[in-house]
């Protein structure tokens, strides 16, 4: 249609121009300074042993504590984050923090040795500067590489897997672990389990909240820790809401759980005092 108007009118595309693209654009500027201005936060997520309910690993998450508009989830900046490539600052910065705090936490008498879960970006599983910054970021801090599991997607294993693979069998040769996040909402074959060397499979959160209410979501569920048993890896739910959940995922021999039911998303302290707390 723009050309059928002339030369005069063709239709501008530039997504800047648009109320949504300038929007776009300045927060994509707030968040380079914001990094730089160390506004990123890292909240944490307990993970719990379904058989006897004690904590086995905390999922980090970032959160941006904007000057105006308050502490924001990653739903309002990791895909602008990821599209514009400063998604490898902001994931070298939540490595450093969650490696850092990993450290502190093995220090801490009061805490027991827990597993701390890093989300990855597809871009910087692709990233070949990722395995150094690991390697650095375990060595600045003391950390055991056996407490550091990277959780990756599907979709960033499907996108490139030769790549994805020699990046995974690099860190897994760190002895650290690997999760696959979201599983059951990418297009990973299981030729691709077997392949990767993984070590959990997190079973997406939209599967496990209708355990109990769809017979479709159970039979999922079901099949997903089947499978992870079948390969030899950790069965992980996301997003446990209810006790009833629980229940069902604890009797299909599920090995962790991980939702509101045991904690929010909190930050460091209250972590502490959620693991002190409950201890008593
Ligand atoms: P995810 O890795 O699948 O993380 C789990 C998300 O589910 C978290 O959202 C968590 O707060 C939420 N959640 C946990 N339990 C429940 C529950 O029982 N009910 C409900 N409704 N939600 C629950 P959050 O923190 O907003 O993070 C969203 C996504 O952002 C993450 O999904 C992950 O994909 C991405 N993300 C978070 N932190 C990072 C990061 O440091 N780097 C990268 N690349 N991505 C990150
Ligand atoms: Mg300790
Ligand atoms: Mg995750
Ligand atoms: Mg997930």
Known sequence: ???????QRVEVH?????????????????LRRGIAAGELRLHHQPLVRLADGGLCGVEALVRWQH???GLL?????IELAERSGLVRELGAWVLEAAVEQ?????????????????????????????????????????LDPRLLVLEVTETALVNDPDVAAAALAALKGLGIGIAVDDFGTGYASL??????????????????????????????????????????VRAVAEGVETQAQRDALRDMGCDVGQGYLFSRPVDADALREWVVGRRA
């Open 73 to 77: 989830p990653p739903s309002e900046f």
């Open 1 to 7: 249609r723009a050309k059928a108007r002339g030369r």
């Open 191 to 232: 030729t691709y389990l077997q392949q990767f060397p993984v070590d959990e499979l997190k079973i997406d959160r939209s599967f496990v909240s209708g355990l109990g209410t769809s017979d479709g979501d159970s039979a999922i569920v079901t099949t997903c820790v089947q499978l992870a048993h079948a390969v030899g």
């Open 14 to 30: 530039d997504p800047t121009r648009t109320d949504a693209g300038v929007d776009r654009l300045r927060l994509l500027g707030e």
């Open 102 to 142: 990993a450290a502190a936490w093995a220090r801490d008498a009061e805490m027991p040795d827990v597993e701390v879960s890093v989300n990855l970006s597809a871009r910087q599983l692709t990233d070949p500067a990722l395995v150094g910054t690991v390697t650095a970021a375990l060595a600045r801090h003391g």
């Open 67 to 69: 000057p105006v508009r």
